[in-house]
């Protein structure tokens, strides 16, 4: 699967640039919710996101998974990251 995040520029972030070290998928070495963090902050940076946005979005993808037993870093804390967690499981259970 080929994930991608389109700036403001239409220029394409794509996971695949960021998908592998020496042959192995980097999602092994640091889980899809860490690696979609990572994306997520450095495409904020670098279009000059408020950093209100870049930590409420951050936090809606760290939180994600919902419980820290489940694989979440953090858990919700907020109605949006809630709401991205109770999306998640819907999906996961499709």
Same mark, same amino acid.
């Given at each position: 699967m080929k994930i991608e995040i389109i700036d403001s520029e239409q220029n394409s /972030? $794509? /996971?695949w640039k960021y998908s592998e070290i020496e042959g192995k998928q980097i999602n092994v070495f640091v889980g899809h919710v860490a690696l979609s963090f990572a994306l997520w902050?450095?495409?904020? /940076?670098?279009e000059d996101v408020s950093e209100y946005i870049r930590y409420n979005v951050g936090h809606c993808i760290l939180a994600s998974r919902g419980r820290k037993d489940w694989g979440s870093? @953090?858990?919700p804390q907020t109605p949006e990251a809630f709401?991205?967690?109770q999306i998640d499981m /819907? @999906? $996961?259970?499709?």
């Open positions: /972030l $794509s /996971l902050n450095q495409y904020a /940076l670098q870093p @953090v858990e709401f991205v967690h /819907l @999906v $996961s259970h499709c």
